[in-house]
């Protein structure tokens, strides 16, 4: 019997990851490293945001441009200050696209938002026997673990519904905070501190009486989350999701216009707040964020709403963040990801739209110490098929991703029922990429 909170399963689910953090002691001489120089270490921790594009982008039109196919639509590819051309409606990311790369040889096999999502986030197909644990859980395990400076959940979730953390675990689950940096449950709302504590002591009783009722372990875990939970409530680190108190100027970085429809945190686009958010969070130690910017399921008018609505945000938050990173020295520690769960059709459907497409696409790559500036791999020239020798699996960029955050490529986790799981489902790291 698991105890439950009056207000049920939200609560509990939300409290439970409070538990990141609970693992083995990092060796004597880190910590005595940690302490004689902090700040160096801070400089060297390595992370990664991920741009989660949920819905599905189309990245024939955004980074792989076909001009003179039937298929390349309304937009222009521009030259960058990298050896690759981007869509005309991104200008500020084509000044920083010498930090970036594009592996333009995706070719997936889910192209269902459900399952394209677990793919992509995963590297594993879905499976009703395991649970795989998204990337950002493995990096909570793999780094967060280590930090144990760090007061503040290891895998944060900015504006997203979220991932599983699989067999990782409800220590590695994602924190999920809103574009606000609003948390669900962790405000005092009306108490003053004396209630609340009043409150904690009378839940301290309860918890106390169950768990000497000697009914499993599963009360003093429970006492052991509320606790973290008030501990994170109190952290100094929560910070770090006050976005506003950025100077006006950075926060001009991310979002210098407002976008129509996309108001919101202060005046500016929220993608590019959420990415500033981010960049605080990596800032402050957390290994792994993710932020979600939805609206890409464009069936219908694909066009008008990219370039009035989608692209705007976009070209703003990727440019403002790479440049705000490489200024602070922190580019080459953090490494970036664009992508969403699949891509959208090269076809023109007759609701000027474009639909689901898994078969060649664009990811989006670049910081934490990759190659930037080039294009790998390549699809024909009506973007309907990869037609470079090579071409790539979600394994494939979370597995460049762990060669750049340090992550041995040969660790293997083991699933609930004892079987082994090769991280990044054995992907290879892209050779273009790590040199």
Known sequence: MEFQT??????????????????????????????ANADELKKRRKSCILMWMSGGPPSIDIWDLKPGSKNGGEFQPISTKGDLQISEHMPKTAQVMDNLSVVRAMSTREADHGRGRYYMHTAYVPN?????????????????????????????????????????????????????????????????????????????????????????????????????????????????????????????????????GAMGMGGGNQFGRSLLMARRLVESGVPFVEVDFGGWDLHANVFQTLKT????????????????????????????VWMGEFARTPRINQDVGRDHWAASWSVMIGGGGLKGGIAVGETDKDGTSVSSDKSYQPGDIWATVAHALGIPLDTVHTSKRGRPMKIANGGTAIKELIG
């Open 128 to 260: 009703p026997t395991v649970v795989h644990p998204a990337f950002g859980s493995v990096v909570s395990y793999e780094l967060g673990t280590k930090r144990k400076e760090l007061e503040i959940p290891a895998f944060v979730s900015i504006g997203g519904g979220g991932s599983s953390p699989g067999f990782m675990g409800m220590a590695h689950a994602p924190f999920l905070v809103d574009n606000s940096g609003s948390i669900r449950n962790a405000s005092m709302g009306d108490l003053g501190p004396d209630r609340l504590n009043q409150r904690l002591s009378m839940l301290g009783v309860v918890e106390d009486n169950f768990i000497g009722s000697q009914r499993g372990d599963s009360g003093q875990a429970h006492k052991d989350i509320y606790q973290k939970a008030v501990n994170l409530m109190t952290s100094k680190q929560m910070a770090a999701f006050k976005v506003n108190d950025e100077k006006k100027e950075i926060l001009d970085m991310y979002s210098p216009t407002p976008v129509a």
């Open 6 to 35: 009056p207000d049920g399963m939200s609560r509990r689910h939300f409290m439970r990851h409070m538990a990141a953090g609970a693992a083995t002691l990092p060796a004597l001489d880190f910590i005595a490293h940690v302490r």
């Open 309 to 336: 609505q989608r692209l705007p945000q976009l070209d703003a938050g990727i440019a403002g963040l790479t440049a705000d990173l490489k200024q602070r020295g922190m580019l080459d520690d953090t490494v970036l």
